[in-house]
């Protein structure tokens, strides 16, 4: 008899028992340890741990920066090289990393450069992501010129211009004052409203994981283990004042429970 199965979201990325150790000078460091994680198409996934508990080293590992010593990770059904090379990824530093020497709209440009599209192409998604991220009218402007929020939404439109399906995002906004950091929050759920992308992002504030995330992955310190996953009930559509909801304070309690408890192992 043919089963009526509920819609289930498509899986995106799936890690199997993926452990890493660097060989070092020092010796070796173990930094991930049986890291087993599906991410569904669509979803906004952070990573929260202790400092050094491997959260870049998964990122990396996802983007085919770092091979894992044992386990497997798949990226729409190829490998993580394979999704490279099909540019999956775009990907967004706690630094903006652009070249001081060209203009927002050069920074923007240049992946685009690379990847040989034509100037026309690459002024209308310059211009299309310049919109997304509200920075239309700063194109000719220079990095420095730009505040740090500013700076970071330009990467931002720089990791959306070729319109990967896949942001990775490192502590984007790690260095940025609470207040503009609250508005880059608010910008980034409605980026991801209206683009759709799955996105992994790092972070070590509980405050911005709960806001942001669909599922919270919760990480004990080295070698870097999954001590929880949160599958958030919050509503998708969340202005500000929902930190303030019962319901969001529970999953703020239940991730530092989280990470006290990794730590307690220790
Ligand atoms: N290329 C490398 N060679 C040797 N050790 C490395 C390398 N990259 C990372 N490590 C080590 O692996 C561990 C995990 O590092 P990782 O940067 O992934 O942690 P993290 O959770 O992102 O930390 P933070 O929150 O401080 O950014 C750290 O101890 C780090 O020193």
Not at 56 to 68: D, G, H, M
Not at 240 to 248: A, G, K, Q, V, Y
Request: proline share 6%.
């Amino acid at each position: 008899m043919p089963m009526m199965n509920a819609p289930i979201p498509q899986t995106v990325i799936s890690a199997r028992g993926v452990d890493l150790t660097f060989d070092t000078n020092d010796g070796s460091v173990h930094a991930l340890r049986s890291v087993d994680l599906d991410i569904g198409k669509g979803e906004f996934v952070s990573f929260i741990g202790p400092s050094g508990c491997g959260k870049t080293t998964f990122l990396r590992v996802v983007a085919a920066l770092e091979t894992p010593t044992a386990g497997t990770v798949s990226v729409n059904g190829m490998t993580p090289d394979e999704a490279r090379r099909a540019r999956a990824y775009g990907y967004v530093f706690q630094a903006a990393g652009l070249y001081p020497w060209r203009t927002i709209g050069g920074n923007i440009a240049l992946p685009l450069e690379i990847m040989g599209f034509d100037r026309a192409e690459r002024t209308r998604r310059v211009r299309e992501v310049m919109q997304l991220v509200e920075l239309s009218g700063f194109e000719k402007k220079y990095p420095w010129q730009l505040s740090g929020g500013m700076q970071q939404r330009a990467s931002i439109a720089r990791a959306l211009a070729f319109d990967a399906e896949i942001l990775l995002m490192d502590e984007p906004f790690g260095a940025l004052d609470e207040i503009v950091r609250d508005r880059l929050n608010e910008e980034l759920l409605r980026l991801w409203a209206a683009t759709g992308k799955t996105t992994l992002f790092v972070t070590h504030s509980i405050p911005e994981a709960v806001y942001l995330s669909t599922k919270i992955v919760v990480m004990s310190p080295r070698p870097g283990r999954i001590t929880d996953v949160i599958d958030s009930p919050l509503p998708r559509e969340r202005p500000l004042e929902i930190r303030d909801s019962p319901e969001f304070i529970e999953i703020a309690h239940r991730v530092r429970e989280g990470l006290r408890a990794g730590h307690a192992e220790h």
